[in-house]
């Protein structure tokens, strides 16, 4: 079958996209990236007109310096915008492709009306958190903890219909294509257009908040990871000291402050028990944080996946990807989540205890270095997320996701696996 992938054009989503698409390839499918520009090597299919990525490149650096909803606002509007652009030319796409079935980023909203305008089915895949719009769990732009209360759900539901207006805000064009092409859509509900076939997230179960009130077309996998489509990394492996290592990381997107990056820093510049590895991405010029200690190595990139098989601890933005990563090494968390997705990751740590979380506003070096000690001198952290290791092990998520798509495109028996 010729499977169509429609992914958003960063790094913590084309990853384990691509994944799931090698496992789908290696079990003979034909793949086929639709407007990215490039997919780790995998087949693409690109229109310079329809998804520049000179414009994301744009966009992410714009967005690199904010926090919180106005962060959170643009990128709902820069997301809807780049559906806007491609819905009108996807029918042509589909047609030159012969793709038979789409699969899509659930964070790409309402790209699902193009295959649904086509006829042809489609599968949702949450490379980032997946969304709970029924108000059971909290909604992931927010870092309520779990409990299972009216009053919570009450709050839940609340956030769920604030979220919506922000959509609303910012879908009056997708909403313009939907009447000229004849499609009746419930914009009432964010759920309404979710694939009635599969709707698959790679969190594990056991890292996710308790609920039995999922979709029965919703499945909890487990990291797509299978190491490979990475973009090779030069880095000084030799001025690794053996010292225990604290690796951090503000992810590919909101990764502008350099406050952030100078007080890791310098909360590490009076531990010489320790040592930093410090990922600042594309933002930010490494040579602009100052008094860094001898030992800390400061990059734009590093071989992240490499580095959490040495880590003690990770520094993270709480982005999925790089917690998810982290766990499957075993690796506790010191969680900083910005916007996005990140508050309803972060809360997720806190409930499972795999890691501490604190947020921008309390963030000082003392802080931080207070909770580098409570997750290394703590064994609860590290044993909570070498539980979660194993789980991650167990779940086998990449080969269950591509079993889940097979079966609801009808190209595989069904199995007693879910």
């Known amino acids: 079958m010729k499977l169509g992938f429609i992914c958003l054009n960063g790094s913590g989503h084309l990853n384990p996209m691509t994944a799931l698409a090698r496992k789908l390839q290696a079990r003979n499918h034909e793949v086929i990236f639709l407007y990215s520009s490039e997919a780790a090597g995998l087949p693409v299919f690109f229109e310079e007109n329809s998804a520049d990525p000179s414009i994301m490149r744009q966009a ?35 047609a030159e492709t ?33 969304s709970d719009y029924s108000g059971y769990t909290p909604l992931w732009p927010y870092g309520w903890p779990y409990e299972d209360t009216e009053q919570a759900r009450a709050r839940n539901r609340e956030g769920v219909a604030r979220f919506a207006r922000m959509v ?27 694939s009635p076939l599969a709707s698959i ?49 503000m992810g590919t997107i909101l990764n502008g402050n350099l406050d952030v990056f100078q007080t890791m820093v310098t909360a590490l510049a009076k531990r010489d028990d320790l040592q930093l590895v410090l990922s600042v991405g594309d933002q930010v010029d490494p040579q602009r944080i100052v008094s860094a200690p001898r030992n800390a190595i400061i990059v734009p990139r590093a071989p992240q996946l490499e580095l959490l098989k040495l880590a003690s601890v990770c520094i993270t933005h709480a982005g999925l990807n790089t917690v998810l990563e982290s766990l499957a090494q075993g690796v506790p968390q010191v969680a900083i989540p910005v916007t996005f997705d990140q508050p309803g990751v972060a809360a997720r ?41 194993r789980k991650i092990i167990e779940a086998n998520g990449l080969a269950v996701a591509a079993d889940i798509v097979e079966e609801a495109l009808g190209i595989k028996e069904k199995s007693n696996a879910f």
């Not at 992410?60 to 491609?86: C, N, P, R």
């Not at 880095?235 to 010292?243: A, I, K, N, S, V």
């Not at 070096?365 to 909570?384: G, Q």
């Open 98 to 130: 012969g793709v038979e079935a789409l699969l899509i980023d659930a964070g790409h909203f309402y790209a699902e009306l193009g295959a649904i305008q086509l006829g042809i089915p489609y599968i949702h895949v949450a490379n980032a958190m997946h």
């Open 201 to 249: 997230t790679q969190v594990p179960r056991a890292f996710d908040f308790e609920s039995c009130h999922w979709p029965k077309q919703f499945y909890h996998t487990g990291p797509f990871h299978d190491g490979v489509g990475r973009t090779n990394i030069d880095f000084p492996w030799e001025r690794l000291t053996g010292e225990p290592l604290i690796y951090a990381s």
């Open 349 to 389: 740590i806190a409930y499972r205890k795999t890691g501490v979380v604190t947020s921008l506003d309390k963030l000082t070096p003392d802080h931080l270095s207070e909770l580098l000690d409570e997750v290394l001198i703590n064994p609860a952290y590290r044993t909570n997320a070498k539980s979660l290791q």
């Open 60 to 94: 992410i650096a714009e967005v690199s310096k904010m926090q919180g909803e106005d962060a959170l606002e643009f990128g709902v509007k820069t997301i809807i915008g780049f559906t806007e652009s491609m819905l009108d030319s996807l029918p042509a796409t589909a």
């Open 168 to 194: 609303e805000r910012n879908r009056a064009g997708v909403e313009r294509y939907a009447e000229r092409v004849g499609l009746r859509v419930d914009w009432a509900d964010l759920s309404s257009t979710t």
